[in-house]
């Protein structure tokens, strides 16, 4: 009896226990409803409350997948693209035989020991390799031997240029020294006899382009067929000249000035210099 | 037999009514909102004890009711689905608030709110509410549903989603909770 008691005293108490209002302010609400959906996630029916946050989300998420991974794809065809066309061009070369080096340094060593010569870095900016001397004149050391040797000096990785850019900047170092050689000939050929101090001015000349030469028949210039026989005819007018001693009989001219003229070597230069090349540079 | 025929007529009604709002039909979602708003509002106002509060929970009830209504299975009656969601939107604002509504309480101790009995007395009363409100959620739930708000354990375990069992339990738990906190006033009862 006690406990029913306690439980209708409970009630009749608890009923002023947050007592609602007697009115609902339903119109009142139904606006805020209708206010708040309007300015909420447009509702979608057949599932979805927060879902639409949710999809969001989820879509946002996927979009940046795909974003992801569309730029891996990108990153990934750009190295694809670009090591298939460096392909050729990426195989470590050494020696002069393979004239593909970025910027090959040819080292001469012996008595010359010292010269370099250097390959532009792109051929296209500087296509002409150019002869220096370690005071950055330009020359061509001889070597004493033929001991030289070819070597990519740099230790730091270097870009590769194309096979063609570099072909084509020893083409253009080919027709400079072709012309240098023509300019030395023909003084050679005009000195006076009597001037000594003009035959050891030359001979100094011809010792550089005996040089250059030879570095020249060891590199792609000498493949082409008509190029590397006047090459060595001219390396060997070269050592001629530059074995000449200040005393020399003029039967030792003579015989250069033979040379010349038997092996036709001044046509054949001038014929291998393409009009308009810059001479004797 | 005719509260039978009433449930069996209101679920038809029910699904006619569910498969309007879903079909979009915007004066069938003011139906829904009409029939069951009284209820749900009382209710949150009930657990919540303020007209602004009560007001939220309700509005954002039939709002998510309507976002959510095409995935209404009709294993429970609509009302019960609709007090499902507004006992959880009600108890998960209430904690978010609780610290402020902890707060507000002892002003909101004198004003009147609503239509209260005046037969018990005020410090009846304030006890009793003091009372109420340290009562753990699930039997202050349960509690304003059955003793207060008047629904019967089978109404209260669908919409909270517990066996009828645990809900007489849970009430049994906080009558003798408040049988404790009333103690003092053990003659009014007992006499």
Excluded at chain 1, 38 to 54: D, E, F, I, K, N
Excluded at chain 1, 57 to 70: D, E, N
Excluded at chain 2, 61 to 89: C, M, N, Q
């Amino acid at each position: 009896m006690t406990e029913k008691n306690f439980e209708d005293f409970l009630k009749k108490a608890a009923e002023s226990y947050n007592a609602p209002p007697a009115r609902t302010p339903r119109e009142e609400m139904w606006s805020a409803i209708q206010a708040k959906r309007a300015a909420g996630p447009r509702v979608v029916y057949g599932g979805g409350s927060a879902v639409p946050a949710t999809r969001e989300k989820r879509f946002g998420t996927r979009v940046w997948i795909g974003a992801a991974a569309a730029a891996m794809l990108l990153v990934a065809t750009g190295v694809g693209i670009g090591r298939w066309t460096a392909g050729p061009a990426a195989a470590p070369a050494s020696g002069a035989a393979n004239p593909v080096l970025g910027k090959p340094v040819v080292v001469m060593q012996g008595p010359d020991a010292g010269a370099v010569i250097d390959q532009p870095a792109t051929a296209s900016t500087n296509p002409a390799p150019s002869l220096r001397s370690p005071s950055g004149r330009q020359v061509a050391t001889m070597s004493g031997q033929s001991n030289r040797s070819v070597t990519n000096s740099s230790n730091e990785p270097e870009r590769l240029p194309s096979v063609a850019g570099s072909s084509s900047a020893y083409q253009l170092t080919a027709v400079q020294h072709l012309s240098e050689a023509e300019a030395l000939l023909t003084s050679f050929r005009t000195r006076s006899t009597a001037d000594q101090q003009m035959d050891a001015q030359l001979g100094a000349w011809a010792r550089q382009l005996l040089s250059k030469t030879r570095l020249l028949l060891d590199s792609p210039v000498a493949n082409d067929p008509q190029r590397r026989p006047l090459l060595e005819d001219l390396e060997l007018v070269l050592v001629q000249i530059v074995q000449l001693s200040p005393g020399s009989t003029s039967q030792d001219r003579d015989m250069i000035e033979k040379t010349l003229q038997q092996d036709h070597v001044m046509t054949r230069l001038r014929t291998a210099i393409p009009a308009g090349a810059q001479r004797g540079s | 037999m005719q509260t039978v025929a009433n449930e069996s007529r209101s679920s038809v009604n029910d699904i006619e009514l569910i498969t309007r709002v879903v079909a979009g039909d915007a004066s069938a979602e003011r139906e829904l909102y009409e029939r069951h708003v009284d209820r749900i509002y009382r209710l949150a106002f009930r657990l919540a004890g303020d007209d602004d509060l009560a007001r939220d929970f309700t509005q954002a009830t039939f709002i998510r009711a309507f976002e959510k209504i095409g995935s209404f299975r009709g294993d429970s009656t609509l009302s019960t689905w609709l007090h499902s969601i507004g006992v959880s939107v009600a108890l998960n604002g209430l904690r978010r608030t609780k610290r402020l509504r902890n707060r507000e309480a002892p002003l909101e101790e004198g004003l009147t709110v609503g239509a209260a009995s005046s037969d018990a007395d005020p410090d009846l009363k304030e006890r009793l509410a003091r009372a109420i409100d340290s009562l753990s959620d699930k039997y202050r739930t349960v509690f304003v549903m059955h003793d207060v708000e008047g629904y019967t354990h089978e109404e209260i375990g669908e919409t909270l989603n517990i066996p009828v069992g645990t809900s007489k339990s849970h009430l049994f738990q906080a009558r003798g909770k408040l049988r404790v906190a009333l103690a003092d006033f053990a003659p009014e009862w007992a006499s």
